[in-house]
């Protein structure tokens, strides 16, 4: 099965799965208290790395470089760069998440 073929199908399970999910905004997740924010850290996390994790057959760097750390540091992380970043507060929180997490990991 190629890359793609495996990508189209992560995307038709991820649709078919989330018929109640939507992605949230920078400012959405500001209003959310502490645990809700923990929460979204690891849901939006474990798809974004479930996904690389498919397309390479392999362990992602992302991976390699983040399993040392622990969900509240992740949660730290982001929300530093988050609040450093109020011009992109309206955009989906989950591609700031991803952005944040790769410049972490010098992956840019």
């Known amino acids: 099965m190629t890359k793609r073929t495996r990508a189209v199908i992560v995307v ?18 500001r209003s959310l208290n502490d645990v809700q924010r923990q929460a979204w850290v ?23 470089c983040l399993a040392k750390l622990e969900p509240i540091q992740l949660k730290a992380i982001f929300e530093r760069s988050l609040e450093a970043d109020p011009e992109r507060w309206h955009f989906p929180a989950a591609f700031k998440l991803q952005a944040t997490l790769k410049q972490y990991c010098n992956l840019e």
């Open 12 to 29: 038709f399970i991820a649709l078919a799965l989330a018929t109640h999910a939507r992605a949230i905004t920078g400012n959405e997740y």
């Open 42 to 64: 690891v849901g939006a996390l474990d798809g974004i790395l479930t996904t690389q994790l498919m397309l390479m057959n392999k362990q992602p760097p992302l991976v390699v």
